[in-house]
C-alpha cells in the first residue's frame, strides 16, 4: 500500500474518534446530568474528562496533520474552496471544543467535591453544564459539515 492509503486511513480512523467520543461524551454526561445522582456525575464526568485526553486531543493532532499531508500527496491545492471552508469550520468547532474542556475538568472537580462531602452540586456546576451544552451544539454541527466536504468536495459554494 502507499503512503496515501495508510495517511487516510489514520485520518479517517482520527475523525472517527474525534467525533465519536465526543458525541458520547456529550451524550453520556447530558443525560446523566439529568438525573441530578452526584456520584453518577463524579464518575461520568471523570471518565470524560480522560475520554478527551486519551482519545479526543490526539486525533485533534492527527487531524491537520494526515490532511495536509493527504492534500500535498493528493495534488490537491490548500487552496481549494472544500478545503478553506474545512479549515474555518475545524477552527471553529476548536474554539468551542478548548473552553469545554476546561469546564469538563472544573465540573468533574466539583461533582467529585459534592460527592465527597454528600453535597448538592453547586451552581456553577450548571452554569458550566448549560455552556458546554450550547458550545457542543456549535462543534458538533461544524464537524458534520467538515465531514460532508470532505466526502463531496464541492467545487462551487
Not at 491537520?64 to 490548500?78: E, K, Q, R
Not at 476548536?94 to 466539583?110: N, R
Request: aromatic share 18%; net charge positive; proline share 4%.
Amino acid at each position: 500500500m502507499n503512503a496515501y492509503l495508510w495517511l487516510k486511513w489514520a485520518h479517517i480512523l482520527s475523525s472517527v474518534l474525534l467525533v465519536g467520543v465526543g458525541f458520547g461524551s456529550a451524550f453520556y454526561l447530558y443525560f446523566i446530568n439529568r438525573t441530578r445522582n452526584v456520584a453518577a456525575i463524579a464518575e461520568v464526568s471523570k471518565l470524560v474528562v480522560r475520554a478527551d485526553y486519551w482519545f479526543t486531543t490526539p486525533a485533534i493532532l492527527i487531524q491537520p496533520a494526515t490532511g495536509a499531508a493527504m492534500v500535498y500527496l493528493g495534488g490537491y491545492s490548500f487552496h481549494e474552496p472544500w478545503l478553506l471552508g474545512t479549515y474555518a469550520l475545524f477552527v471553529l468547532a476548536g474554539i468551542s471544543w478548548l473552553p469545554v474542556v476546561w469546564m469538563q475538568i472544573q465540573m468533574a472537580k466539583m461533582a467529585c467535591m459534592a460527592m465527597t462531602n454528600q453535597t448538592e452540586l453547586p451552581s456553577g456546576y450548571w452554569r458550566y453544564a448549560r455552556l458546554w451544552e450550547r458550545l457542543g451544539m456549535i462543534a458538533f454541527p461544524a464537524m458534520l459539515i467538515v465531514y460532508g466536504l470532505m466526502v463531496f468536495k464541492p467545487t462551487v459554494w
